[in-house]
T-cell receptor, first 118, second 113 residues
Framework: DAGVTQSPTHLIKTRGQHVTLRCSPI?????VSWYQQVLGQGPQFIFQ???????GRGNFPDRFSARQFPNYSSELNVNALLLGDSALYLC?????????????????FGEGSRLTVL | GQQLNQSPQSMFIQEGEDVSMNCTSS?????WLWYKQEPGEGPVLLIA?????ELTSNGRLTAQFGITRKDSFLNISASIPSDVGIYFC?????????????FGTGTRLTIIP
């Protein structure tokens, strides 16, 4: 079975541009979360989507937005890129069955999309 | 954003040695998790803890959920070369029905030949 897949794996943008990152969850998983991992730090929560609805949002500016599609895949969009947006963007999927609780800690991460802003 | 306090930041050990790292928080969490991340990969779950005071093992790994629900530790016994990587603790906050994880700052484990 395929794990969480993300695309693109690497990309370079310049300040002010826009970027779209994509994520396909593990088959059967209905929840997708996005995390930002700056070099040398732990991942920071950006968004969680469940059944196409936003369940949670971290402390990120409105330049960051996301959505989830009927097939449970997801996109993360970042507008007006800043140098500080350079990071590894991680997508994670889970199957919380609507309780909002991790079941057996099953939050599975993809390999990430590494964004460099010049 | 908030990150949990994880120590030590890095460890240099010889193969066969035991490893201990811990994580503290100013907030209470309902679940504590330990992840390992290797270069070019996303974090991989090692151990999940669901009850205060719980002690859980996974092979050579042992982790405990602190009684106060504000801390956790991870021990690795008899380290081997494949243990190299960055270890992150994470606390789960399911306020508002979401699955937000708050991660620690990481402990980088290096094994000296």
């Amino acid at each position: 079975d395929a794990g969480v897949t993300q695309s693109p794996t690497h990309l370079i943008k310049t300040r002010g541009q826009h970027v779209t990152l994509r994520c396909s969850p593990i088959s059967g998983h209905k929840s997708v979360s996005w995390y930002q991992q700056v070099l040398g730090q732990g991942p920071q929560f950006i968004f969680q989507y469940y059944e196409k609805e936003e369940r949670g949002r971290g402390n990120f500016p409105d330049r960051f937005s996301a959505r989830q599609f009927p097939n449970y895949s997801s996109e993360l969009n970042v507008n007006a890129l800043l140098l500080g947006d350079s990071a590894l963007y991680l997508c994670a999927s889970s199957s919380p069955e609507g309780t909002g609780l991790l079941i057996d800690g099953e939050l599975f991460f993809g390999e990430g999309s590494r964004l460099t802003v010049l | 954003g908030q990150q949990l306090n994880q120590s030590p930041q890095s460890m240099f050990i010889q193969e066969g040695e035991d490893v201990s790292m811990n994580c503290t928080s100013s907030s209470i969490f309902n679940t504590w998790l330990w992840y390992k991340q290797e270069p070019g990969e996303g974090p991989v779950l090692l151990i999940a803890l669901y009850k205060a005071g719980e002690l859980t093992s996974n092979g050579r790994l042992t982790a405990q959920f602190g009684i106060t629900r504000k801390d956790s530790f991870l021990n690795i016994s008899a380290s081997i070369p494949s243990d190299v990587g960055i270890y992150f603790c994470a606390g789960e906050d399911f306020n508002f029905g979401n699955e937000k994880l708050t991660f620690g700052t990481g402990t980088r484990l290096t094994i000296i030949p």
